[in-house]
């Protein structure tokens, strides 16, 4: 019997205030999990622009006999942490047409902000939503979890 493909629950941290005065660096990790099949994608952009430089993905780790889970982290320059830049972890999951965007302004005073699109959509409650995307928007996805 073939499990049911899952997508993945995303969650977006970043380090404290303290620790990027004290490492002068901030880090924001991106950890996704509850993901089926071991297809996934992740993605960091800085202000909508794709960045690699200070990132570090884990590999996929089997959660229970079906799912996984992975984390990416981004490492910045405290300097650069403190431009007010819109820093995105963007997870993929072709198998449930599914993109996952999660946002975290740098050097705000908010942490982790959910952003479907690129308008910021506050959910409504603790409960996650769905927003519908048409063809044309983030890799003709079908879904998008904010």
Request: contains cysteine.
């Amino acid at each position: 019997n073939v499990p049911k493909p899952t997508p993945p629950v995303v969650i977006l941290t970043q380090t404290s205030p303290e620790d990027i005065t004290r490492h002068n660096q901030a880090t924001a990790v991106c950890l996704a999990f509850g993901f089926h099949p071991d297809i996934l994608r992740v993605k960091w952009l800085r202000d909508w622009q794709p960045i690699t430089s200070g990132v570090v993905s884990s590999p996929s780790v089997k959660e229970d006999n079906v799912t996984f889970s992975t984390s990416s982290r981004l490492t910045v320059p405290a300097r650069e942490w403190g431009s007010g830049a819109v820093y995105t972890c963007q997870v993929s999951h072709e198998p449930t047409h599914t993109i996952i965007v999660k946002n975290i302004t740098s050097g705000g005073k908010h942490g982790p902000r959910d952003c479907g699109g690129f308008a910021h959509i506050p959910p409504a409650s603790s409960t996650s939503t769905t927003t519908e995307l048409s063809d044309h928007n983030l890799y003709q996805a079908g879904r998008i979890y904010i």
